[in-house]
């Protein structure tokens, strides 16, 4: 279970909040621009700032446009230039042929590519949620292009996500656990009613503070095919059996020297994980948002991001 803002076509997993498709730029949203890299892959971003700092974001899912993480677009400045791009085969960007193309390293080399064809000098990493996956694999990777790392509302491994999910479905109640071995056993995964219900189950670790739905919410759009194909291949919300199903990125964890911050919402399913990602990242500051869960950026806007603004402060001394 782990699309970021609202889940799957009606809005369930990591979040419980409907999303609804939208031929319009949002009122105040960057001009969509588009970006081009080796191999004539083409990748949708939109930009504010000048820099030299780039903050460049990774959204979650896997497979979410990059439009509920606008509010970070807020921290640009005339000295920090917030990028937010839509990865492989989410909105407009490049579509691989192959599902065995959507890995957690292809879309490492992809931020690569990116950096490279964007100039970026100075490269402040973010990844929220799956997006954090492939930030931890960036660093590991390609540490020597990087400056500072931010890790928020993420996990360190697939095994991670599985605890996370079995903690989730352990706090449902025992109607709800009862009726959702019923629809597992029916394979009824596409269901309205195996949507609402997972949702219903996920809520409090992914949206707990959220009353209405956000402004910043309903022009994301999730590709159901990139999110099937690394997540869950059978539709099963509480499974990992897609291309992440091995993936491991906490072996990268003693070889991070730059500046590290992990944030996560203190409900937030992710929590110990991210504790154990703190801890394990020699220069990581771990900070918990105490009024949040997954959608910690839309739950405590004030403070995600003004914990974001103090480290990159820290790291870039402006």
């Given at each position: 279970m782990l699309r970021t803002p609202g889940g799957g076509p009606t809005g369930r997993a990591w979040g419980v909040l409907p999303f609804f498709k939208t031929g319009r730029r949002p009122l105040g949203m960057a001009r969509l621009r588009r970006v081009t890299v080796p191999g004539r892959r083409s990748f949708e971003y939109v930009s504010k700032g000048q820099g030299p700092a780039t903050l460049l974001v990774h959204a979650g899912g896997p497979g979410y446009t990059y439009h509920y993480l606008r509010p970070l677009l807020r921290l640009a400045n005339a000295h920090l230039r917030v990028i937010l791009f839509n990865p492989r085969g989410v909105g407009g960007s490049w579509t691989p042929r192959r599902p065995s193309e959507y890995t957690v390293p292809k879309m490492a080399e992809d931020v690569e590519a990116i950096r490279r064809a964007l100039h970026i000098r100075e490269l402040h990493l973010l990844?929220?949620?799956?997006?954090?996956?492939?930030?931890?694999?960036?660093?590991?990777?390609?540490?020597?292009h990087l400056t500072s790392l931010l890790l928020c509302d993420t996990a360190g491994s697939a095994e991670e996500v599985r605890a996370a999910n079995r903690m989730m479905r352990a706090s449902a109640t025992?109607?709800?656990?009862?009726?959702?071995?019923?629809?597992?056993?029916?394979?009824?995964?596409?269901?309205?009613?195996?949507?609402?219900?997972?949702?219903?189950?996920?809520?409090?670790?992914?949206?707990?503070?959220?009353?209405?739905?956000?402004?910043?919410l309903s022009p994301a759009h999730l590709s159901l095919a990139v999110y099937r194909t690394m997540m869950t291949r059978s539709g099963d919300e509480f499974a990992v059996d897609g291309t992440l199903s091995r993936w491991d990125g906490r072996r990268h964890y003693a070889r991070i020297e730059v500046p590290t911050l992990v944030l996560v919402?203190?409900?937030?399913?992710?929590?110990?994980?991210?504790?154990?990602?703190?801890?394990?990242?020699v220069p990581a500051h771990l900070r918990v948002l105490p009024r949040s869960s997954h959608l910690a950026h839309l739950e405590q806007p004030k403070e995600f991001l003004g914990a974001i603004r103090e480290f990159l402060l820290d790291v870039t001394g402006d």
């Open positions: 990844g929220f949620s799956a997006g954090g996956f492939v930030a931890l694999e960036y660093a590991g990777r390609y540490q020597r025992p109607a709800q656990r009862a009726r959702l071995k019923a629809l597992e056993r029916a394979r009824a995964f596409d269901t309205k009613e195996y949507q609402t219900l997972t949702s219903e189950i996920s809520a409090p670790f992914s949206s707990r503070f959220l009353s209405t739905l956000p402004r910043d919402g203190r409900y937030d399913s992710l929590l110990e994980a991210s504790r154990e990602m703190a801890d394990r990242i």
